[in-house]
């Protein structure tokens, strides 16, 4: 069974890039063909996806975001990364790391984003 872990970002000023950490175990994120994929939900809001990468490292950012938005991996690891960089200022939100794409098999358990000056 694959498990997800996100980081915790602690208290992140406005003009601060966010940057959160998926661990991944019980699976490869290298196995064809499964993505991985980042979802955000702001409080009272619906869930968000904001991209994905994929087993080969390619990757696909929601056209809203991908300005600001970058996802990485460390394959040694088993890890893969967001980063977004700042804009308007961010509001709070659960962010989540998933596998999947147009539909998600797994998610982990989310970390909440605090935006403070």
């Known amino acids: 069974q694959v498990q997800l872990q996100e980081s915790d970002p602690g208290l992140v000023k406005p003009s601060q890039t966010l940057s959160l950490t998926c661990t991944v175990s019980g699976g490869s994120i290298t196995t064809n063909p499964y993505y991985w994929s980042w979802i955000r939900q702001p409080p009272g809001k619906g869930l968000e996806w904001m991209g994905a990468i994929g087993y080969s490292g390619s990757t696909d950012y929601s056209p809203s975001l991908k300005s600001r938005t970058s996802i990485s991996r460390d394959t040694p690891k088993n890890q893969f990364t967001l980063q977004l960089s700042s804009g308007t200022p961010e509001e709070p939100a659960v962010y989540y790391c998933?596998?999947?794409?147009?539909?998600?098999?797994?998610w982990g358990q989310g970390t909440q984003v605090t935006v403070s000056s």
């Open positions: 998933t596998r999947g794409r147009s539909s998600i098999d797994d």
